[in-house]
């Protein structure tokens, strides 16, 4: 199947605007979930061996999640979950809904592997994507919601505008992502900072012990931070109990061509793959076992997934490999993960 992606299908789709085909793909999905005909075959033809993995109190069927940003509107969770999917990152989400930037901002680095895009949070709100996501409950597994901030909405106002947000979302998530890291939001990564990010993160915490069932956050890292700024958003995830994902998009080019130096946003794809796998092995070093730790970056195939399970990422997830390499991408990590006799820690006693 994957082959017949890889040898027709991308070539037919790569004849298009990426957001274009992003949004028929979404709109398609949603449409064909509908049919239980539809649900019963993507599951059975991206079918795999279970590898659970028990972690931030989660259990999960497999460590392989879909990264926020591809269902940002949590529209087609339950044909995306039939993928193979050990767990799915929705959004990213903010309070009210927004356009995001001006198109184009989405492009693709074919030659690279990659793609660039400077979308900015474009959502029909934390209400409307809640309302889609309560109708396609329950789900055969765990959901993370990515949460952001709305672009209008000062620094000094982020806190509360992130906490309105989870309380809407907050009966449907399974764990809670917290976007720090988007390039495409001004402003956005000074929350790395240790206070700017106390301040964000303790809210949130404090509402969800509050509730009934107390859910896990993650802090989404960016990947352009130097050793010193890691650290820092690691001693307080260690200190008040959050996980982290290594990492979101970057902002540096000198892994791609100097073209595509003048081109604003974030890049992701095979390019980031390094300098986040960088991120991953500090953190883990710092903090392996001690809090939950997601790999996301570069991901294309079974080893690029082993490479970060091996780091001592407790999960991962992708978003570039599945354009690149097709919808049944998982299933071929899977499979890898299989011939390499690969198991969790977490599954062995
Ligand atoms: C078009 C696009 C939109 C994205 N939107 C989001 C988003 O809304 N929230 C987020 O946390 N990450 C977003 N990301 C980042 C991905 O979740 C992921 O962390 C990153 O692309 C690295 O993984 P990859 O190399 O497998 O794509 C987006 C990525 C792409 C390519």
């Known amino acids: 199947m994957g082959f017949l992606y890889r040898k027709l299908i991308r070539r037919i789709l ?31 033809l991206a079918r795999a061996r279970n590898f659970p993995v028990t972690t931030a109190g989660l259990k999960f069927r ?3 999640g879909l990264a926020a940003g591809f269902d940002k509107n949590c529209e087609a969770a339950r044909i995306l979950a039939g993928l193979g999917f050990g767990y799915l990152e929705l959004g990213t989400v903010t309070l009210r809904p927004q356009p995001g930037n001006p198109k184009p901002r ?20 934390a209400w ?8 396609m409950l329950p789900l055969s597994i765990p959901i993370g919601i990515s949460i952001g901030k709305n672009a209008d909405c000062s620094m000094e106002q982020a806190p509360q505008n992130y906490l309105d947000a989870l ?12 976007n720090i890291s988007s ?17 964000l993160v303790e809210p949130m915490l404090s509402f969800a012990a509050g509730q009934k069932q107390v859910k896990p956050f993650f802090v989404k890292m960016a990947p352009d931070l130097d050793e010193a700024a890691i650290d820092t958003v690691v001693e307080l995830a260690v200190a008040m109990g959050f996980g982290l994902i290594t990492t979101n998009t970057t902002i540096k080019r ?11 946003g974030g890049l992701s794809g095979l390019p980031l793959k390094a300098p986040s796998n960088a991120v991953l ?3 883990v070093s710092l903090a392996k076992g001690r809090v939950p730790i997601i790999g996301s970056g570069g991901i294309f195939d079974g080893a690029g997934a082993l490479e970060k399970l091996e780091l001592g990422a407790d999960l991962v997830q992708l978003y570039s490999g599945l354009i690149y390499e097709g919808p049944f991408l998982v299933k071929e990590i899977l499979k890898y993960l299989e011939r390499s006799n690969w198991r969790s820690p977490s599954s062995v006693k």
Do not use: C
Not at 183 to 199: A, D, F, S
């Open 62 to 64: 497999n460590p392989v």
């Open 254 to 264: 000198d892994a791609v061509p100097e073209y595509w130096r003048s081109y604003e």
């Open 183 to 199: 390039p495409n939001t001004l402003q956005l990564r000074t929350l790395h900072g240790e206070e700017k990010l106390r301040r």
């Open 106 to 125: 989405v492009f693709r680095l074919r030659e690279n592997k990659a793609i660039i895009n400077r979308m900015g949070f474009n959502n029909v709100g």
């Open 167 to 178: 309380k809407i979302m907050y009966p449907f998530g399974d764990y809670f992502a917290i």
């Open 128 to 135: 409307d994507a809640a309302r889609s996501l309560e109708k």
């Open 281 to 283: 092995a500090r953190v």
């Open 14 to 44: 790569f004849n298009f605007n990426p957001e274009l085909v992003h949004d028929a793909v979404i709109k398609g999905a949603r449409a064909a979930q509908g049919l239980e005909v539809v649900n019963s075959l993507v599951a059975l």
